[in-house]
T-cell receptor
Framework: NAGVTQTPKFRILKIGQSMTLQCAQD?????MYWYRQDPGMGLKLIYY???????DKGEVPNGYNVSRSTTEDFPLRLELAAPSQTSVYFC????????????????FGPGTRLLVL | GENVEQHPSTLSVQEGDSAVIKCTYS??????FPWYKQELGKGPQLIID?????GEKKDQRIAVTLNKTAKHFSLHITETQPEDSAVYFC????????FGTGTSLTVIP
C-alpha cells in the first residue's frame, strides 16, 4: 500500500493563478480531509468528505473548493491564489469510526508546500 | 468551535528523562483525543490515542492520560531517546478534528 499520496511536493504560484492539489489513498477509507499548516500553528481543517459525492466545509474553507468523485481521490482546488494561502497542505484519510461518528485514526500524506507570490 | 491549547511550545530534555506535553480542550462533546508526531518534512503520524470513556492508555514508552472533568489530556514519554525529537500535536474530535499548535521536543544525547 502506498497509503496517502500527494502531488506536487512543492509549487510556486503567482497571485491570481489557479491550481489543483492532488490527493489519493489506496486504503479504501471513507473519510478524507484537507488541512493547512502555517508556521508555528497546528493544522486547520479546510474541507472533508465522508464518501464519494459528499463534501463539507471545515474550519477555514474560504478560497478553496473540493470534489470527491471516487473513494480514492480528493483534489483541492485553489481558484484565485492569494499570499494568505501560502502554507503547507496535508491530505489525510481515515476509516469509519467504530461507533459511526466522525472519522478516527487519520493517515496523513507527505504534504504539498505552496508559495504564493 | 473547539479550542485546543497545547503547552509547552518547546521542550528540551536529556536522553533518558521523561517528557510531558499537556493539552486542554473546550468542547465537552469531544470524545476522541489522538496524539501525532511530525518529523521534519513529513506528515503527522499517529502515535497514541484515547477515547473519552478511558482515563489512561499506555503503549511501551508512551502514555496518554485524560481528565474529562478538567478537560485536559497529556502525553507522557518515558526514557526519551534522540529519535523522539520531533514536533508533537494533540487533537480533539468533536464535530470535526481540532489540533493544538504543537510542541517541539528535543532530546539531548
Amino acid at each position: 500500500n502506498a497509503g496517502v499520496t500527494q502531488t506536487p511536493k512543492f509549487r510556486i504560484l503567482k497571485i491570481g493563478q489557479s491550481m489543483t492539489l492532488q490527493c489519493a489513498q489506496d486504503m479504501n477509507h471513507n473519510y478524507m480531509y484537507w488541512y493547512r499548516q502555517d508556521p508555528g500553528m497546528g493544522l486547520k481543517l479546510i474541507y472533508y468528505s465522508v464518501g464519494a459525492g459528499i463534501t463539507d466545509k471545515g474550519e477555514v474553507p474560504n478560497g478553496y473548493n473540493v470534489s470527491r468523485s471516487t473513494t480514492e481521490d480528493f483534489p483541492l482546488r485553489l481558484e484565485l491564489a492569494a499570499p494568505s494561502q501560502t502554507s503547507v497542505y496535508f491530505c489525510a484519510s481515515s476509516p469509519w469510526d467504530r461507533d459511526g461518528s466522525f472519522g478516527e485514526t487519520q493517515y496523513f500524506g507527505p504534504g504539498t508546500r505552496l508559495l504564493v507570490l | 468551535g473547539e479550542n485546543v491549547e497545547q503547552h509547552p511550545s518547546t521542550l528540551s530534555v536529556q536522553e533518558g528523562d521523561s517528557a510531558v506535553i499537556k493539552c486542554t480542550y473546550s468542547d465537552s462533546a469531544s470524545n476522541y483525543f489522538p496524539w501525532y508526531k511530525q518529523e521534519l518534512g513529513k506528515g503527522p503520524q499517529l502515535i497514541i490515542d484515547i477515547r473519552s470513556n478511558v482515563g489512561e492508555k499506555k503503549d511501551q514508552r508512551i502514555a496518554v492520560t485524560l481528565n474529562k472533568t478538567a478537560k485536559h489530556f497529556s502525553l507522557h514519554i518515558t526514557e526519551t531517546q534522540p529519535e523522539d525529537s520531533a514536533v508533537y500535536f494533540c487533537a480533539s474530535r468533536g464535530n470535526q478534528f481540532y489540533f493544538g499548535t504543537g510542541t517541539s521536543l528535543t532530546v539531548i544525547p
